[in-house]
T-cell receptor, first 113, second 115 residues
Framework: GDSVTQMEGPVTLSEEAFLTINCTYT??????LFWYVQYPGEGLQLLLK?????DKGSNKGFEATYRKETTSFHLEKGSVQVSDSAVYFC????????????FGTGTSLTVIP | KAGVTQTPRYLIKTRGQQVTLSCSPI?????VSWYQQTPGQGLQFLFE???????NKGNFPGRFSGRQFSNSRSEMNVSTLELGDSALYLC??????????????FGPGTRLTVL
């Protein structure tokens, strides 16, 4: 069945460091891919998405490129800030499964000053 | 515009009891989805309701059920609670039926602890 695997955390970085959170997926057909962010005590928020191969989603300095050949959607940011500390979830949705969302287990990021 | 609200925010129950959680979507949103979030499994989809009809269902036992009212508010019920039901239950609403093009907006969740 459809699934998402993302790198285990927690991840701790210094401010202004480069961030990569790996995400790979398994899906039938052509899913759309998403990154969500969850700040402490809050619900998930959509960070960015890509709906077809080679699309790049971007928002707030974060980027991810939909790579069909490697079934990946890695999240990157060139210079993280303390305010980026949160849990990040990779997800997919495919019409083949009624557009049901499948989420990864989440990666906790802490950025220290 | 008010966001998705969930009540109560925290619940403590004992094994064998049942529980009802409530979700009020963003005004005008017609779809409500429920997810269970646990440290080991991450977020797992429970079900989606759209215009009072269950549109999609995840792989959970029949003890988990839900419904949606004509004002789009939704409730989920868990009967005969088990220790493993302890989790954060998240509700998400979207303008239309869940798809890549209808963004889901999540509430803060209800933390259920089963003792």
């Amino acid at each position: 069945g459809d699934s998402v695997t993302q790198m285990e955390g927690p991840v701790t970085l210094s401010e202004e460091a480069f961030l990569t959170i790996n995400c790979t997926y398994t899906a039938t057909g052509y899913p759309s891919l998403f990154w969500y962010v969850q700040y402490p005590g809050e619900g998930l928020q959509l960070l960015l998405k890509a709906t077809k191969a080679d699309d790049k989603g971007s928002n707030k300095g974060f980027e991810a490129t939909y790579r069909k050949e490697t079934t990946s959607f890695h999240l990157e940011k060139g210079s993280v800030q303390v305010s980026d500390s949160a849990v990040y979830f990779c997800a997919l949705s495919s019409p083949n499964t009624g557009n049901q969302f499948y989420f990864g287990t989440g990666t906790s990021l802490t950025v220290i000053p | 515009k008010a966001g998705v609200t969930q009540t109560p925010r925290y619940l403590i129950k004992t094994r064998g009891q049942q529980v009802t959680l409530s979700c009020s979507p963003i005004s005008g949103h017609r779809s409500v989805s429920w997810y269970q979030q646990t440290p080991g499994q991450g977020l797992q989809f429970l079900f989606e309701y759209f215009s009072e009809t269950q549109r999609n269902k995840g792989n959970f036992p029949g003890r988990f059920s839900g419904r949606q009212f004509s004002n789009s508010r939704s409730e989920m019920n868990v009967s005969t609670l088990e220790l493993g039901d302890s989790a954060l239950y998240l509700c998400a609403s979207s303008l239309g039926a869940v798809s890549s093009y209808n963004e889901q907006f999540f509430g803060p969740g209800t933390r259920l602890t089963v003792l």
